[in-house]
C-alpha cells in the first residue's frame, strides 16, 4: 500500500481566517514532505520532516506553520493568507534508510485564498 | 546543484501511436530518476523510477524509461498511448546520497492524446 491520504479535498478561506490541512500515512515512513503547485506548474518544495524533526523550510512565510504530531501526521496550519496562496497543496512521504529516496504523494488540497 | 529539463513543454499524439517525452538531467555526482504521472484536479502518481541495476525500467500503464548514463537522459516511452493517458508528466531527481530529501522537478510535459 503507497497510500497518503490528505484533507480536506478543497478549502476555500477569507484572508482573516485560521485553518488547517491535514495529511496522514501508514506506510511506515519517516520523511513527510509539503509541497505547493501552481496551475501549469512542477510542485515547489516547502517544509520537510525527518523523523518527525523539521529539516527542511523552504523560506516559506510564517503565516504557513507546519506541524508533525507523529510518525504518521503532517499539518499544515494556514493563518491570513493572501489570494496568490491560492494553489494545490501536496503532501508526500518516504521511507526512512539510506537507499530509498522514492516520494509518494497525496491527492492535494485545492486552496482558493479570497 | 541537480537540474532536470524537459525538452517538449507539449506532445500531442493519435490514439494507438506510439510516444516518446524526454528528459535529461544535469549533475555532477550520481542521482536516482523518477516519472510522475498527473491527471487533472489529482496528485502526482509514480510511474517508474531508477535507482540502480538494469537501465530499463518499466513502470504503470505500460510506460517505460532507459536511463541512459553517457547521454545524461531518462526518456519516457509507451508503444501505443491510449485517451486515457492524457495527462501532465513530471520527470524528477534526487541526489542518491544519504539525507537528501530536495526532488528536483522538470517543468513538465503536457500529453494529449487525440481521438
Known amino acids: 500500500d503507497t497510500e497518503v491520504t490528505q484533507t480536506p479535498k478543497h478549502l476555500v478561506m477569507g484572508m482573516t481566517n485560521k485553518k488547517s490541512l491535514k495529511c496522514e500515512q501508514h506506510?511506515?515512513?519517516?520523511?513527510m514532505y509539503w509541497y505547493k503547485q501552481k496551475a501549469k506548474k512542477p510542485p515547489e518544495l516547502m517544509f520537510v520532516?525527518?523523523?518527525?524533526?523539521?529539516?527542511i523550510n523552504e523560506s516559506v512565510p510564517s503565516r504557513f506553520s507546519p506541524e508533525c504530531p507523529n510518525s504518521s501526521l503532517l499539518n499544515l496550519h494556514l493563518h491570513a493568507l493572501q489570494p496568490e496562496d491560492s494553489a494545490l497543496y501536496l503532501c508526500?512521504?518516504?521511507?526512512?534508510?539510506?537507499?530509498?529516496?522514492?516520494?509518494?504523494f497525496g491527492p492535494g488540497t485545492r486552496l482558493l485564498v479570497l | 546543484a541537480q537540474s532536470v529539463t524537459q525538452l517538449d513543454s507539449q506532445v500531442p499524439v493519435f490514439e494507438e501511436a506510439p510516444v516518446e517525452l524526454r528528459c535529461n538531467y544535469s549533475?555532477?555526482?550520481?542521482?536516482?530518476l523518477f516519472w510522475y504521472v498527473q491527471y487533472p484536479n489529482q496528485g502526482l502518481q509514480l510511474l517508474l523510477k531508477?535507482?540502480?541495476?538494469?537501465?530499463l525500467v518499466k513502470g504503470i500503464n505500460g510506460f517505460e524509461a532507459e536511463f541512459n548514463k553517457s547521454q545524461t537522459s531518462f526518456h519516457l516511452r509507451k508503444p501505443s498511448v491510449h485517451i486515457s493517458d492524457t495527462a501532465e508528466y513530471f520527470c524528477?531527481?534526487?541526489?542518491?546520497?544519504?539525507?537528501?530529501?530536495?526532488?528536483?522537478f522538470g517543468k513538465g510535459t503536457k500529453l494529449s492524446v487525440i481521438p
Open positions: 506506510m511506515g515512513h519517516r520523511a
Open positions: 531508477y535507482l540502480s541495476g538494469s537501465t
Open positions: 549533475s555532477s555526482v550520481s542521482v536516482y
Open positions: 524528477a531527481v534526487i541526489l542518491s546520497g544519504a539525507g537528501s530529501y530536495q526532488l528536483t
Open positions: 508526500a512521504s518516504s521511507p526512512p534508510g539510506g537507499g530509498e529516496r522514492t516520494q509518494y
Open positions: 520532516y525527518s523523523y518527525e524533526k523539521l529539516s
